[in-house]
């Protein structure tokens, strides 16, 4: 603990954000870095607490306070080692992790948490800024081949894990470019993609092979991949995508989130719409209105994209009520993750944000298109002890729509295909079923991240790829030098 009394001299400071006026020109990143004198004083409110809650609260189980005591001493470097100890991809988490660790810091009790996700990102940006973080291949090879299904977060972390063990690893990605839903998912302003590329060059020089345009079980036989590998392992994401099922629903106009958010991102690469896994059709908000069916992260990507594309008016709605401004003991007691509102730079950037709305049905414009959307307002009542939603009496009304996006969640994995050419047993909520060792129902074949918990939070994603790699290497080699840390 580097300064006793640093939590009480100094307030909590995050990144400032650069004004909406500018920032809704382009796609550049919303935060800009703090000084590292800032820096230093806020890891100074680290109490170096005798239980450190923030360790516990992140799935990566981060040595959160070292490193906060290390930037307030000013070793970088140092902070740097420590930091990548248990997290594969700071520069990544940094950026879009929500930070169930500051929700979980015991400061946050009666004040603010440590800016613990700012400190975080400016450790590893100082990493590459300064040259520190380069490849390092592993210093011999096993001779035991895996394959790695899926580019995001899970695989990628598995793949680094499983490298350094000194398996041959091969990733299989089935979109043009390696990242998935880092690269896809995330709009620019949220996440450079410089910061995927980055890495992406740095694994290649480490012996990961990436193989793009791979469909597993479409274009590339299931059985060719456990034929030429020891171990396959499935960490393709849950990416069916929810929809909603009201009449109207194939009207021209309404989109799934998912279909939307990967086209700005890949026009700023340098690409075109009409990738293998996105819709032909260009979706574009400028001069539309937009409705944004969602409470979401993703409901709020989309918001801050159809800003940035001129879009009339832009309207969120969500079928729950407004949360409360503040956590509440009743609904999530520290130190769990609050049940408050939460709410995102694209937020303050315009549009207008609803509460407890019923979206009853699309309305035609005669030709084919959604022109509103006819919704009703929400009363959560307590019924038989349940509180139950019920249509506000004479609430009905329409919200002008010329382009709807779908964005209420994901269903788990996509069954199609790979799922079920290999035959896979799933579990009650269709995710893939998998022992305490990640194995899933089929010999040599494993499955960790959100294709086996379901949607989760880009830390899951890593710490699932970590721990999957540890179980994969003990599987090939009978023991396992990799880090473990049993999480489910």
Not at 8 to 28: F, M
Not at 311 to 324: D, G, L, M
């Amino acid at each position: 603990m580097g300064k006793p009394t640093g939590f009480k001299e100094y307030s909590r400071e995050t990144a400032t954000r650069r004004p909406v006026g500018l920032r809704i020109l382009d796609w550049e990143e919303v935060y800009l870095p703090l000084s590292e004198k800032t820096l230093k004083e806020q890891g100074a409110r680290c109490m170096d607490c005798g239980v450190p809650f923030c360790n516990n609260g992140c799935p990566l189980g981060n040595k959160i306070p070292d490193w906060n005591d290390l930037v307030y001493r000013g070793q970088w470097r140092e902070a740097l080692e420590s930091l990548l100890s248990t997290n594969n991809f700071p520069e990544w988490t940094g950026r879009i992790c929500p930070a169930p660790c500051e929700e979980a810091c015991v400061l946050a009790i009666t004040d603010k948490p440590v800016a613990i996700k700012t400190i975080e990102q400016a450790i590893v940006d100082k990493g590459f800024e300064m040259g520190w973080i380069v490849a390092r291949p592993p210093a011999s090879r096993t001779g035991k081949k895996v394959a790695v299904v899926g580019s995001g977060p899970t695989g990628l972390a598995a793949a680094q894990q499983l490298n350094r063990a000194g398996h041959l690893v091969t990733v299989f990605e089935r979109s043009d470019r390696p990242g998935g839903l880092l690269l896809y998912g995330i709009p620019d302003f949220k996440m450079d993609k410089r910061t995927v590329d980055r890495r992406i060059k740095l694994m290649e020089a480490e012996g990961i092979t990436f193989k793009c345009h791979a469909n597993i079980g479409v274009n590339v036989p299931v059985d060719e991949l456990r034929r030429e590998f020891d171990a396959v392992l499935l960490a393709a994401g849950a990416c069916k995508a929810r929809d909603i099922d009201i009449p109207g629903r194939d009207l021209k106009g309404i989109h799934l989130a998912m279909s939307y958010l990967p086209q700005p991102t890949k026009k700023n690469l340098g690409g075109s719409v009409g990738d293998v896994i996105f819709e032909q059709q260009h979706i574009h908000a400028e001069g539309k209105n937009v409705v944004i069916i969602g409470g979401g992260d993703t409901a709020a990507d989309c918001l801050g994209s159809a800003h940035r594309q001129k879009a009339a008016s832009v309207t969120q709605i969500n079928i729950y009520p407004r949360p409360p401004e503040q956590r509440t003991a009743e609904m999530a007691p520290w130190p769990y993750w609050p049940a408050k509102l939460h709410s995102w730079p694209a937020h303050e950037e315009g549009g207008n944000r609803e509460w407890a709305i019923h979206t009853k049905h699309f309305v035609d414009d005669g030709h084919g298109n959604v022109k509103a959307i006819r919704c009703a307002r929400l009363e959560y009542k307590n019924i038989f002890d349940r509180r139950t939603a019920v249509e506000a009496p004479d609430s009905e009304f329409d919200i002008p729509c010329d382009l709807c996006l779908v964005a209420i969640g994901f269903a788990g994995p996509e069954k199609e295909g790979m799922v079920e050419q290999l035959g896979l047993a799933l579990d009650v909520r269709g995710n893939i079923a998998v022992g305490a060792n990640y194995a899933t129902s089929v010999p040599d074949v494993f499955a960790a991240g959100d294709m086996r918990r379901g949607q989760s939070l880009v830390v899951w994603a890593i710490s699932e790829g970590r721990q999957a790699a540890q179980a994969i290497d003990t599987a090939l080699m009978g023991r396992s030098d990799l880090p473990h840390l049993k999480l489910f």
